[in-house]
């Protein structure tokens, strides 16, 4: 009979074999693969270290322009409020102006109101006295009509 050789036996001519045929390959693969691995985690690195420090470079530009936009904002605030206090300031210029106006307008109102009663008065008198006039010329013609006859 002709002996078997056990699974364990077997695994190990298997492995003996294949030491035999691929023994050197299989080294200088793993060699060339962890070298390669080796330049992969390196370029990694790299190109990490690379993107954290442009992201730092990024990252400090945008807080330096917010910076600048909160101090153009408070800028443009504060001129706002400078603008709203003129504005403010003329609004109530232009309201004591037209309260003066009318004031004077008023006053001058009252004397032209003041002269027109007293030309009124005057029209008045004499049209009493074109009246008294009138009466005196039928008078005087009365009389002469009398005389006359």
């Known amino acids: 009979m002709e002996k078997r050789p056990t699974p364990d036996k077997k695994a190990a001519e298997i492995e ?27 370029e990694a690195n790299t190109m990490l270290t690379a993107f954290r420090n442009d992201f730092s470079k990024l990252k400090h530009s945008f807080e330096e322009e917010i910076i600048l936009l909160k101090k153009l904002i408070a800028d ?12 403010d300031k003329e609004i109530s210029n232009i309201h004591e ?15 032209v109101k003041k002269e027109a009663n007293l030309h009124d008065r005057k029209i008045q008198n004499l049209q009493d006295i074109k009246l008294d006039t009138s009466r005196f010329i039928v008078l005087i013609e009365s009389v002469l009509k009398k005389i006359r006859s």
């Open 16 to 42: 003996q074999i294949k030491e035999i045929l691929f023994g050197s390959n299989i080294e200088d693969i793993e060699n060339r693969f962890s070298l390669l691995e080796s330049k992969i985690a390196d």
């Open 76 to 87: 443009n605030q504060n001129r706002i409020v400078e603008v709203e206090n003129k504005f």
């Open 97 to 111: 102006s037209i309260r003066s106006l009318k004031k004077s307008w008023e006053e001058k109102n009252a004397e």
